[in-house]
């Protein structure tokens, strides 16, 4: 009896052993995971905290998406992404003072986001040099020619413009006089440079250009200092939206009727409820807008999830959420987060994104490509006219943008 109670147990111990062994065997099998810590840099706070937050909250969807989804997978491990975020208020010395906190204290991997292009200069002659992948929603001219590893991660307003002003010609040809304004920083001034070069090719007179302090709600006094020269288009610029939304009302109020146009993707909700559904008429953006037939089919699912966690919807989520897949795409064609290679994979990767098939090319194979929709709020309501495909800037059409 004993004989046999002790063989049983024997069994049972080496049954137990088996498979011991077989789950040790199992889990040193498995692919080790790790985290990939991205930093990002962004305002949230200040003039610029509607793009920040919105910016925040889609790389946040996107990478719980892609973390439940068994994260990025590579030969050498599965990276599980996470944000590191951190408040620049648009302040190029902050963002400097940001990037180290996250370099020295939170230890990110080579690769931080960035939307102000004044910090994308500042921070530039750290990056490249330690070849970190420096990703951006930046409208500023950041000398990719110099900077192999800084990529501008949303459509240029070059192309938001071409398509605008393209559109314009087309449907509203007896329309040429334009007024420009914009916040007096560098996305600024160097988008009513780029603006000049759209002038050009399709034949519109700008008649002024003026700048306002970032902090400004009272637009009065630069309005009518303009509407008195009888634009026929009032061009917004890179004016953050809730400006955007004060000068459409202050604008309308004080008489005029004409188009008005933001190439940044100001929010028409914003719009609409600071505006009104009257005076925010015929105002034009190239932004998404939900609810739309003939939206990217990646479009309402992303929506969805943003309602679901933020209520109010901004279309400039989208672009965090893109990039979120663009790094996942990059790493998985790099194998891993080498900065060469993972330079060398951002140049090369095509996805399909809740903004459509996005991929990369010139300028120096850094710009980010990706359909352009152009909206007009009617009858107190924003539609879409149409999503359009930007025309390719090449090496030498962007180096000889403004130049005499």
């Known amino acids: 009896m004993k004989k046999r109670t002790m063989l049983k147990c024997g069994v049972i111990g080496c049954a137990f052993l088996f498979a011991l062994l077989i789950f040790s065997n199992s889990k040193l099998g498995a692919a080790p995971e790790k985290e990939l810590k991205v930093g990002c840099i962004i305002p949230l706070s200040g003039p610029g905290a509607a793009w920040g937050i919105a910016l925040k909250n889609g790389f946040e969807i996107a990478f719980d998406e892609i973390n439940t989804a068994g994260g990025i997978k590579t030969s050498k491990g599965v990276y599980k992404p996470k944000l590191y975020s951190e408040d620049d208020q648009l302040k190029a010395e902050l963002a400097v003072t940001r990037f180290n906190k996250l370099m020295q204290t939170d230890r990110i991997d080579p690769i931080v986001y960035l939307l102000s292009g004044a910090a994308v200069k500042a921070l530039q002659p750290i990056t490249t040099p330690k070849k970190i992948i420096l990703t951006c929603c930046t409208q500023s001219d950041y000398e990719p020619q110099s900077n192999p590893y800084t990529f501008r991660s949303l459509t240029y307003h070059y192309f938001h413009q071409q398509v605008a002003f393209e559109w314009f010609k087309k449907n509203l040809p007896d329309l040429k006089d334009v007024v420009i304004i914009n916040p007096d920083y560098t996305a600024g001034r160097d988008q009513v440079r780029a603006f000049r070069e759209i002038a050009k090719k399709y034949d519109y007179k700008i008649i002024s250009e003026d700048f306002f302090p970032m902090a400004a709600t009272d637009f009065n006094p630069i309005l009518t200092k303009l509407f008195p020269k009888k634009?026929?288009?009032?061009?917004?610029?890179?004016?953050?939206?809730?400006?955007?939304?004060?000068?459409?009302?202050?604008?309308?109020?004080?008489?005029?009727?004409?188009?008005?146009?933001?190439?940044?993707?100001?929010?028409?909700?914003?719009?609409?409820?600071?505006?009104?559904?009257?005076?925010?008429?015929?105002?034009?953006?190239?932004?998404?807008?939900?609810?739309?037939?003939g939206l990217p089919p990646k479009f309402q699912p992303f929506y969805d999830e943003y309602v679901k966690r933020h209520g109010k919807f901004l279309d400039v989520s989208t672009m965090g959420h893109r990039t979120g897949y663009e790094i996942k795409a990059s790493v998985e064609l790099a194998d891993g987060i080498d900065s060469e290679k993972w330079a060398d994979a951002y140049r090369k990767i095509k996805i399909d994104s809740a903004e459509g098939p996005v991929h990369y090319?010139?300028?120096?194979?850094?710009?980010?490509?990706?359909?352009?929709?152009?909206?007009?709020?009617?009858?107190?309501?924003?539609?879409?006219?149409?999503?359009?495909?930007?025309?390719?800037?090449?090496?030498?059409?962007?180096l000889a943008l403004g130049k005499p």
């Open 231 to 293: 634009p026929h288009i009032l061009h917004v610029g890179t004016t953050t939206p809730g400006q955007v939304a004060l000068i459409v009302k202050q604008a309308r109020e004080l008489g005029f009727k004409g188009p008005i146009y933001g190439a940044t993707r100001q929010d028409t909700r914003t719009v609409l409820e600071v505006a009104g559904p009257d005076y925010a008429n015929d105002f034009y953006v190239n932004a998404l807008v939900p609810g739309i037939p």
């Open 361 to 398: 090319g010139p300028p120096f194979g850094t710009q980010a490509y990706y359909p352009i929709p152009m909206t007009r709020i009617e009858n107190g309501k924003a539609r879409i006219l149409g999503l359009f495909d930007p025309k390719v800037l090449t090496d030498a059409e962007y």
